[in-house]
């Protein structure tokens, strides 16, 4: 699959998506670079902004095996990865497989549990294996966490740790739609009750696991030039010497910003990745990897706003 090919499996996702989800084009963008690129991506809105009805679209888009936790404050570990139960007929322990055995995970409201279950996650984001019992099993090459979580103002969530959110490539911001988005809505979801199943609004699949496979390869392929890995590089090391940012990103943040980097490009149809790619996902691919200094916070600055003076300030190459 070359990039111009790739660039057309990407607009019949976005059209498929559209027949239930009103308007989040940016949102399936987001999610399909990050599929591509081999992350996780977590995604921050109010309740009854379309996050879970999201995720379930994409996936049935993308025939992808679909897997769901709801994330709640009595959660334990072994309700994400599974244990081993013990067969009283053949005298044996045998694995009963957890939800996180799957293509696409939804971690729904994700911060709702303590660090302890969450915890449980770490391995499988970053090395795509679970261990149960001391013996690792592997999860799918495509494995992908989509997350939801609350705003961290409302009551009864947790802040994720560090190491958490250093595993997901995104974070994305949920906003509220327009007017003419939300007129829409009521218009098409105003006559039924409760959250109807993708195929329900006609939503099929537009790509098999091969053409994905082959949408990989063809990230893989995406240049990446001298000029642009500076820029990269600069970008990330900008947070570490800013005075309005206490704790920066890390080196493993610019190898998956780069990553993403090639992946939209291959999602616009290029084999070669301009500063335009770099610009338009450092702001989410950054904002959970950065902390604000005291100072900032005092002032009322925010992560975003101190991002974005950043992006300005550092040169773009020509």
Known sequence: MNAAELEVLAGRLRAEVAKAVVGQH????????????GGHILLEGPPGSAKTFLARCFAASLDLDY?????TPDLMPGDIIGTNLFNFQSSSFALTKGPIFCELLLADEINRTPPKTQAALLEAMQERTVTIDGKGHPLSDRF??????NPIEQQGVYPLPEAQLD???????LRYPSLEEERLIVARHGVRHGSPAPSAMGVERVASREEIAAAVEAVGEVRLVEEVVNYVTALVRATRESADIETGASPRAAAMLALAARARAALQGRDYVIPDDVKAL????LRHRVVLSPAAEIEGRTVDDTLIALIERVDAPR
């Not at 897997?67 to 994330?71: A, D, E, N, S, V």
């Not at 450092?282 to 691919?285: C, G, S, Y």
């Open 26 to 37: 940016d949102t399936v963008d987001l999610m399909l670079t990050a599929l591509l690129a």
């Open 167 to 173: 595993r997901f490539l995104f974070k994305h911001t």
């Open 282 to 285: 450092t702001l989410p691919a």
């Open 144 to 149: 992908t966490v989509v997350a939801t979580q």
């Open 67 to 71: 897997g769901r936790i709801q994330f």
